[in-house]
Structure formats: structure tokens, C-alpha cells
């Protein structure tokens, strides 16, 4: 079982419309909880961090936990064709020192 | 403020030389982590660095190295290149180690 598990898509959203984008996660000492943006050929740009179980807001993009489940989720409202990229999730243990990524998913926004 | 900084961008090598990778975090950044990134295996962990010393260390050969100086600023080297370490290598700063951290631009080394 892979350590941090993300759907590879591609997903593909109409303009307008909530992409909803899963991962879960296998180590239950797991902290903290990251979502990255990753454009074609650039480096990995954090949009989000979560930390405790719930919703998480920030503009058009939610970030929700839920620890019990091990399941961390991004819904992006209002979905704009600049939003396709790969989305990565990443974990971090405090005692680790390192984040652990899944293999992103590959969002698609069709105008 | 200036983000993580990363140089060379881009680097050819032949197999069995060695490589030196160099990493400048953002101001007030104290821990450094490098990552490699393929197409086959996305982002691998390969060590992390907070006031000079190595904190912890991913799956890797110990072909591959790194250090950190004094103001921060890392270098990760490996030696006797393969063509399977052609890659993305990633460096990305953070104020603690267990917030978020940012990403430089990333070397793209390229083994032949």
C-alpha cells in the first residue's frame, strides 16, 4: 500500500464547475497536510495547508480532513481553465521531517 | 522577498562523472529539504537538513550526499552518475520543517 494514494486522472471539469480532488493517506501519526499546484515544466507551488479535522477556506479553494477516515480532499469552486495542472497531495509527520507526496492528479478545466 | 533559489537550472553529465547541486532558502528558512522528481516514480524524498545537520535521509544510494552551511544555504552532490538519475531534483525551504514548504525552480539533470 502506497503511503499517500491520489486517483492519477486525468480529471477533466467544465469551466465553472467544483473539480473535487481525493487522497488518502496510510500513517495514522501523519500532522500536517498539504496541497500543491504543479504547472507543466515548473516546480510544485503550495496553495493549501490543513492541520486539524474540518474545512479549511481560502478564496475559491476548500481543504477538508478528516483523520479518522485518513482522507484528505481540495474542491476548487468556480473552476477557470488557469486551474489545469497537477494537484499533489503531501503528508508530513512532525517526527519525520519530510513530506510524502501522492502521484498528483492531472486536472483538466474545458471553457 | 526572494523564493528558494536553485542553480544550475539545467545540467548535461555523462555517466560516472559526479554532480553538485546548490540550494539558497528563503531568508529566515532553516530547514532544507531536497526531492527528486521522476515521470515513473513523482516526487521521492531524498534528505532533509535543519541548522546544518541532516535530520533525516530518503531511500537513496549513498551515491547520494548533501550538506548544509552555517547560513543555510544547502548542496546536494551525487557521485557516479547513472542514467537513471536523470531527473527534476528539488530543493524547497521551510521555517520549521513541519509547515509548508516552498519549492525552488528545480535542476534538470540529464544523464548520458
Known amino acids: 500500500q502506497k503511503e499517500v494514494e491520489q486517483n492519477s486522472g486525468p480529471l477533466s471539469v467544465p469551466e465553472g464547475a467544483i473539480a473535487s480532488l481525493n487522497c488518502t493517506y496510510s500513517d495514522r501519526g501523519s500532522q500536517s497536510f498539504f496541497w500543491y499546484r504543479q504547472y507543466s515544466g515548473k516546480s510544485p507551488e503550495l496553495i493549501m495547508s490543513?492541520?486539524?479535522?474540518g474545512d479549511k477556506e481560502d478564496g475559491r479553494f476548500t481543504a477538508q480532513l478528516n483523520k479518522a477516515s485518513q482522507y484528505v480532499s481540495l474542491l476548487i469552486r468556480d473552476s477557470q481553465p488557469s486551474d489545469s495542472a497537477t494537484y499533489l497531495c503531501a503528508v508530513n509527520n512532525e517526527g519525520a521531517q519530510k513530506l510524502v507526496f501522492g502521484q498528483g492528479t492531472r486536472l483538466t478545466i474545458n471553457p | 522577498k526572494a523564493g528558494v533559489t536553485q542553480t544550475p537550472r539545467y545540467l548535461i553529465k555523462t555517466r560516472g562523472q559526479q554532480v553538485t547541486l546548490s540550494c539558497s532558502p528563503i531568508?529566515?528558512?532553516?530547514?532544507v529539504s531536497w526531492y527528486q522528481q521522476t515521470p515513473g516514480q513523482g516526487l521521492q524524498f531524498l534528505f532533509e537538513?535543519?541548522?546544518?545537520?541532516?535530520?533525516n535521509k530518503g531511500n537513496f544510494p549513498g551515491r547520494f550526499s548533501g550538506r548544509q552551511f552555517s547560513n543555510s544555504r544547502s548542496e546536494m552532490n551525487v557521485s557516479t552518475l547513472e542514467l537513471g538519475d536523470s531527473a527534476l531534483y528539488l530543493c524547497?525551504?521551510?521555517?520549521?520543517?513541519?509547515?509548508?514548504?516552498?519549492f525552488g525552480s528545480g535542476t534538470r539533470l540529464t544523464v548520458v
Open positions: 531568508s529566515g528558512h532553516r530547514s
Open positions: 537538513y535543519f541548522s546544518e545537520t541532516q535530520r
Open positions: 490543513i492541520y486539524s479535522n
Open positions: 524547497a525551504s521551510s521555517q520549521q520543517g513541519n509547515y509548508g514548504y516552498t
